[in-house]
Structures are given as structure tokens and as C-alpha cells.
């Protein structure tokens, strides 16, 4: 898994990539055994890997039909049905995948997902509760999505939680300059980001879009989500903004802080 971490600067075509490695971590959820699954499911997750979300719909439903007891054929239908917005069905999908595996928190935290999806908030923080007893780090990636636990803006920062959709990128509280070719930071550490384990399973990628403050104190501030993900990867994002050292850029002899925008560009391979 690679991630592609991009820092580019206001009005000018000039961007610095830095190429940085997702470190994996434990293993992946689901089987790919052919002893474990039918053939449909292996058909499945080839049209889910490439976005085709009907067909997948339709090998995993026949996938479980085949095999009843196989819950992750449930949980890729129920995935397949939440790509296509068809999230009645697919909270049913994952429910019969809890009726399953009643302890798998994927599915509690999927199950948590169709519901704030179709509204129902009260249901949603049920499975919030369960997870917060048996799997805190899911637990945290679905209040991300929960209305009523959204962090503010200020709180994001503070807490370094950020929520996974997106916040005001404007208003910095801290004085500073657009980033420009002449105008900008030395980069002297930067962190790699991780994908999570939930968004590994789920097959997610796509792009985080940050603008942060290169403060003069040497320090990252006023980290604003522009586009986030979901399943943890906004906060692996921001986590590896914090952690980037550099020497502040330098206007008329002296330290400034600059402002500019970072993409954190996750892919699975």
C-alpha cells in the first residue's frame, strides 16, 4: 500500500510530492481462500476491485445464497449496496453478517455506518456503544460520521481528532503568508501515513486534502480538512501533517509563517 502525500502552493503550477509508504498493520479481515468461500465470491471481489458495484451486488448476493454462514460474502453485499446507496438493503446485508459473527466489530461498525446513512441515529449509536466497549478505534472512526459527536474546528485541532468530513479551510487564527516558490518551508521530516486496517478491508481509497499553517515557530498549525475519508484515514492524515519537521521559510531575514495545501493520496496495490 502506498500513499502519495502532495504539497502544493497557491497560484502557482509548482508542487513538491513526497512519496511516502502506508504502513500496513495486522492482517486483512477478510479470507481469500477458495476453501472458505464460492466461486462467486471470488468474482465478486474482482468487480469490487475495480468499482463495478452492480455486478459485485449480484456475485456476493449468489455468494450467499451458496454458503448461508459466510459472513464477510454479507459484508462485501452489504458494502456493494452502501456504494450504491441503497442503504436499506444494505443494513440488512449487514445485519444478517452480525447474526453471523455477533462479535465482529467491522459489521457493527458497517451496520453503524447504513444507519447514520438512512437516518436513523439512534440505531447508529447503539452500534457506537457496542464498538466503544469491544473496539475503541472503530468506535472513534464512526463518531467521525455521527452528527452529534462532530468535533468543531477548534476542538479538531486541539484533540487531534479531525472529523471525516470536511471543515472550513479559512479564518487561521494564525497570521500567515501563501506559500509560495520563494516563499516556503525546508522540509526536514515527514511522516509516513497509515492506512487502517477498517479501510484496507472496506477496499477505500481516494485522496485527504489538508491546508495547514507552517508556523515560524517551527510548529504545524491551523490544520483544516478541505477532503477527507473516511474509516480513519482524515485522522492518519492529519497525524502525519503533525509530525512533519521543518526549518520555517525565511522574508526579510526572519521567520513567517505560510500557509499551503497537502494531499495525502491513498491507494491500494
Same mark, same amino acid.
Given at each position: *500500500?502506498?500513499?502519495?502525500?502532495?504539497?502544493?502552493?497557491?497560484?502557482?503550477?509548482?508542487?513538491?510530492?513526497?512519496?511516502?509508504?502506508?504502513?500496513? $498493520?495486522?492482517?486483512?479481515?477478510?479470507?481469500? #481462500?477458495?476453501?472458505? +468461500? $464460492?466461486?462467486?465470491?471470488?468474482?465478486?471481489?474482482?468487480?469490487? $476491485?475495480? #468499482?463495478?458495484?452492480?455486478?459485485?451486488?449480484?456475485?456476493?448476493?449468489? &455468494?450467499?445464497?451458496?454458503?448461508?454462514?459466510? *459472513?464477510?460474502?454479507?459484508?462485501?453485499?452489504?458494502?456493494?449496496?452502501?456504494?450504491?446507496?441503497?442503504? @436499506? /438493503?444494505?443494513?440488512?446485508?449487514?445485519?444478517?453478517?452480525?447474526?453471523?459473527?455477533?462479535?465482529?466489530? &467491522?459489521?457493527? %461498525?458497517?451496520?453503524?455506518?447504513? %444507519?447514520?446513512? *438512512?437516518?436513523?441515529? /439512534?440505531?447508529?449509536?447503539?452500534? +457506537?456503544?457496542?464498538?466503544?466497549?469491544?473496539?475503541? !478505534?472503530?468506535?472513534? %472512526?464512526?463518531?467521525?460520521?455521527?452528527?452529534?459527536?462532530?468535533?468543531? &474546528?477548534?476542538?479538531?485541532?486541539?484533540?487531534?481528532?479531525?472529523?471525516?468530513?470536511?471543515?472550513?479551510?479559512?479564518? %487561521?487564527?494564525?497570521?500567515? +503568508?501563501?506559500?509560495?516558490?520563494?516563499?516556503?518551508?525546508?522540509?526536514?521530516?515527514?511522516?509516513?501515513?497509515?492506512?487502517?486496517?477498517?479501510?484496507?478491508?472496506?477496499?477505500?481509497?481516494?485522496?485527504?486534502?489538508?491546508?495547514?499553517?507552517? &508556523?515560524?515557530?517551527?510548529?504545524?498549525? @491551523?490544520?483544516?480538512?478541505?477532503?477527507?475519508?473516511?474509516?480513519?484515514?482524515?485522522?492518519?492524515?492529519? /497525524?502525519?501533517?503533525?509530525?512533519?519537521?521543518?526549518?520555517?521559510?525565511?522574508?526579510?531575514?526572519?521567520?513567517?509563517?505560510?500557509?499551503?495545501?497537502? !494531499?495525502?493520496?491513498?491507494?491500494?496495490?
Amino acid at each position: *500500500m502506498l500513499s502519495t502525500t502532495r504539497l502544493t502552493f497557491p497560484a502557482i503550477a509548482l508542487s513538491l510530492f513526497f512519496l511516502l509508504s502506508c504502513v500496513p $498493520s495486522g492482517s486483512f479481515h477478510f479470507a481469500t #481462500g477458495a476453501e472458505d +468461500h $464460492s466461486p462467486a465470491y471470488k468474482e465478486g471481489m474482482e468487480a469490487l $476491485s475495480v #468499482g463495478n458495484y452492480e455486478k459485485a451486488a449480484e456475485d456476493f448476493k449468489q &455468494a450467499t445464497v451458496d454458503k448461508p454462514k459466510d *459472513m464477510w460474502a454479507f459484508y462485501y453485499l452489504g458494502l456493494c449496496l452502501l456504494n450504491l446507496k441503497r442503504f @436499506d /438493503e444494505a443494513s440488512k446485508a449487514y445485519q444478517q453478517a452480525r447474526e453471523i459473527k455477533p462479535k465482529e466489530a &467491522a459489521v457493527h %461498525y458497517q451496520l453503524g455506518k447504513a %444507519y447514520i446513512e *438512512m437516518g436513523d441515529l /439512534e440505531a447508529a449509536r447503539n452500534e +457506537h456503544l457496542w464498538l466503544q466497549a469491544k473496539d475503541q !478505534e472503530l468506535a472513534l %472512526y464512526l463518531s467521525d460520521l455521527l452528527p452529534s459527536d462532530k468535533p468543531s &474546528a477548534q476542538q479538531t485541532q486541539e484533540k487531534s481528532a479531525p472529523s471525516a468530513n470536511p471543515q472550513p479551510a479559512d479564518n %487561521y487564527e494564525t497570521p500567515s +503568508h501563501p506559500m509560495t516558490k520563494d516563499l516556503r518551508p525546508t522540509i526536514n521530516y515527514r511522516e509516513k501515513a497509515k492506512y487502517t486496517q477498517i479501510a484496507r478491508t472496506n477496499l477505500l481509497q481516494g485522496t485527504v486534502v489538508l491546508k495547514a499553517v507552517f &508556523a515560524r515557530n517551527g510548529e504545524m498549525q @491551523d490544520i483544516r480538512v478541505v477532503r477527507g475519508l473516511p474509516d480513519g484515514l482524515t485522522r492518519k492524515a492529519i /497525524e502525519a501533517t503533525q509530525k512533519i519537521r521543518f526549518d520555517p521559510a525565511i522574508k526579510n531575514g526572519a521567520p513567517v509563517s505560510v500557509r499551503g495545501t497537502l !494531499e495525502f493520496t491513498f491507494n491500494l496495490y
